[in-house]
């Protein structure tokens, strides 16, 4: 009788702590770091680009879509360069102290991307770096407005003024 009631307990046991001690071993999955967004997120120093994209119909223009959080005590300039069809492009983004700012939004100032040659659906590299501080380069996913979030994000180029011609007085 003792044997069997021990074989029960070993028994019991193993069944226990096989089916138990499954999270001593496994991963969980709460601590995995992920992007829960469209977007892709990296940090450079103490500067954190948060949820970026572009936004582009055609492959050539596009919108950055992104956050960016500056945790320093003073204004950052954040460089954000990519790869155009005519050469390098740079564009500085003043970022106050302590903040977090979207671009792209709307309400938001926008960062327009020109000449990229890179279609919707794919992987489109820029580069962020600020100060002395080492930059990242990003993969920003190239997405369209199909979406309905999207929709009214769209690159749009400021209107270029069109001269008048002057009168000519009549002789």
């Known amino acids: 009788m ?6 029960s307990v070993v028994l019991a046991a193993g069944i226990l702590l096989g089916t138990s001690a499954c ?28 949820n970026g994209l572009l936004l582009s119909t055609d492959g050539e223009l ?7 959080v500056n945790t320093t005590d003073s204004e950052q300039n954040l460089v954000v360069q990519y790869e155009s069809s005519t050469g390098t492009v740079t564009q500085d983004i003043p970022v106050e102290a302590n ?12 960062v327009i991307l020109e000449n990229m040659d890179s279609q919707p659906g794919s992987l489109f590299p820029v580069f962020f770096q600020y100060g ?6 990003l993969l920003l996913p190239v997405l369209t407005g199909t979406q309905g ?23």
């Open 2 to 7: 003792r044997a069997r009631i021990a074989a």
């Open 132 to 137: 002395e501080e080492t930059g990242v380069e």
């Open 23 to 50: 999270g001593f071993f496994a991963p969980q999955a709460t601590s995995i770091e992920y992007n829960a967004s469209d977007g892709v997120s990296g940090d450079v120093g103490e500067i954190h680009i948060r």
């Open 99 to 110: 903040t977090t700012v979207t671009f792209g939004t709307e309400g938001e100032e926008s």
């Open 149 to 171: 979030e999207y929709s009214t994000l769209l690159p749009t180029l400021a209107p270029t003024e069109t001269p008048e011609p002057a009168e000519t007085p009549a002789a």
């Open 62 to 68: 596009a919108n950055l879509i992104v956050s960016v």
